[in-house]
Nanobody
Framework: QLQLVESGGGLVQPGGSLRLSCAAS????????MAWYRQAPGKERELVAS???????NYPDSVKGRFTISRDNAKNTVYLQMNALKPEDTAVYYC????????????????WGQGTQVTISS
C-alpha cells in the first residue's frame, strides 16, 4: 500500500517560517509531479506549489517569492519551505503525488497525504 506521510506543521507567528515534509513509501516505480495544496476553513482546496521530477516548479502569485518547493527523488520526499508567513496562510496543508507503483503491473495513480495543520497567529 502506498502512503504519503506529512510532517512539519504547527503554530508560528506572522513573519515566521516553517518547513513541511512529505515522504512517500510503498512499491514505487517512479513519482512524477509532487505538489502541496492547502484548504482553509470554508474555502476550496487550492494549489500552493508543484514540482515535476526534473525540478520544474510552479507557484500561484499568493505564495510566489515566499514559498519554495523542492524534492529528493532518492528519498521519495517533497519539501515546502514557507517564509514570511501570513495569517492568511493558515490552513491544512496536503501533499499530493502522481505515482507509478508496482502492482501486478506498473500502474499510475494519484495520492494524497493526511494533511498537516499550519496556523499563523500572534
Amino acid at each position: 500500500q502506498l502512503q504519503l506521510v506529512e510532517s512539519g506543521g504547527g503554530l508560528v507567528q506572522p513573519g515566521g517560517s516553517l518547513r513541511l515534509s512529505c515522504a512517500a513509501s510503498g512499491r514505487i516505480f517512479r513519482i512524477d509531479t509532487m505538489a502541496w495544496y492547502r484548504q482553509a476553513p470554508g474555502k476550496e482546496r487550492e494549489l500552493v506549489a508543484s514540482i515535476t521530477n526534473d525540478g520544474s516548479t510552479n507557484y500561484p502569485d499568493s505564495v510566489k517569492g515566499r514559498f519554495t518547493i523542492s524534492r529528493d527523488n532518492a528519498k521519495n520526499t517533497v519539501y515546502l519551505q514557507m517564509n514570511a508567513l501570513k495569517p492568511e496562510d493558515t490552513a491544512v496543508y496536503y501533499c499530493n503525488a502522481d505515482v507509478l507503483y508496482v502492482g501486478a503491473r506498473i500502474t499510475r495513480d494519484n495520492y494524497w497525504g493526511q494533511g498537516t495543520q499550519v496556523t499563523i497567529s500572534s
